[in-house]
C-alpha cells in the first residue's frame, strides 16, 4: 500500500502569482504572472526563456484551444510586456483556464501548478512522434526554492517534480502520465558567494523531497479543479 502523502501546507510569500485577464479574438483569457525579481535563477522547458539562467518573471498565459499561431514565443514575450514584465523571463502557454490553479508550500517550497487535461497519454507510447508542435493543453508546474542549487540539482528537481506530477494524476483517478505539451520551471536563489548550492534534489534529498510534497499537492488540485 502506497505511503500516504503529508497534507498540503497553507502556501506562503514566495511565490506570490498575480492574475491578469485580457481580450484575444473576442475571447476573455488569462494569465498568471510571478515577478519573481532579481536574484534567481531558473531552469525550464518553456517556449520563452527555457534552458538554465537568470530570470526575473515567469508568466503562465492561456491561449485558445484552438490556437494557431506559428509564433508562440514572440506571442509570450507580447503578453508579458503587456502585463508590465520587463528584462529575461520565461514564458509559459496553455488552453487550460490558469484561474483553476493549484498551490502548496512545504518546507519553504512552493509549487504553482495548471492543468489541462484534455489530450493526455502516457510519455512511452508506441505512436510515432512528430516535430510539429501539439496545440496547447498542457500542465504547467512553477516551482520556487528559497535556496541556492547547482546545476545538476535544478535538473534534478525537474526529474523530481515530473515524478511528483505523475503521482498526483494516477491519485487523482486519471490513467496518465500527462499530456503531449507539459513544461515545468524550477526557480531557485542565485549563489551569494561564500554560500552553499545544494548539489541535490532527488525525491529523498532534503529540498527534493520538499519539491516533491510541493509538487504532488499542486497537481493534485489543479487536476481535481480543472477535472473535464
Avoid at 502569482?17 to 473576442?26: F, K, L, N, W, Y
Avoid at 496518465?176 to 548539489?199: I, K, L, Q, W, Y
Amino acid at each position: 500500500m502506497p505511503a500516504a502523502i503529508p497534507s498540503p501546507r497553507p502556501a506562503t510569500a514566495l511565490l506570490r502569482v498575480r492574475q491578469h485577464t485580457r481580450a484575444e479574438d473576442g475571447e476573455r483569457l488569462h494569465s498568471l504572472l510571478w515577478r519573481a525579481g532579481a536574484g534567481w535563477r531558473m531552469i525550464s522547458s518553456a517556449v520563452l526563456g527555457g534552458g538554465i539562467g537568470e530570470r526575473s518573471w515567469v508568466l503562465n498565459a492561456q491561449v485558445s484551444h484552438g490556437y494557431r499561431r506559428t509564433d508562440p514565443d514572440r506571442h509570450l514575450a507580447e503578453l508579458a510586456r503587456a502585463a508590465g514584465a520587463d528584462g529575461p523571463g520565461v514564458g509559459l502557454m496553455t488552453a487550460a483556464d490558469v484561474r483553476a490553479y493549484g498551490h502548496t508550500c512545504d518546507g519553504g517550497v512552493e509549487a504553482v501548478a495548471t492543468a489541462g487535461l484534455g489530450v493526455r497519454g502516457w510519455a512511452a507510447s508506441p505512436a510515432e512522434g512528430t516535430a510539429v508542435a501539439a496545440r496547447p493543453g498542457t500542465i504547467n508546474i512553477l516551482v520556487a526554492l528559497p535556496v541556492a542549487l547547482t546545476d545538476a540539482a535544478l535538473v534534478n528537481a525537474v526529474a523530481t517534480a515530473t515524478e511528483a506530477k505523475v503521482q498526483a494524476l494516477l491519485a487523482a483517478g486519471y490513467d496518465c502520465s500527462g499530456t503531449p505539451t507539459d513544461a515545468v520551471c524550477v526557480a531557485a536563489r542565485s549563489p551569494c558567494a561564500g554560500a552553499e548550492a545544494h548539489a541535490f534534489a532527488g525525491p529523498r534529498s532534503l529540498w527534493g523531497a520538499r519539491v516533491a510534497r510541493a509538487v504532488h499537492g499542486a497537481v493534485g488540485t489543479a487536476a481535481r479543479t480543472g477535472r473535464p
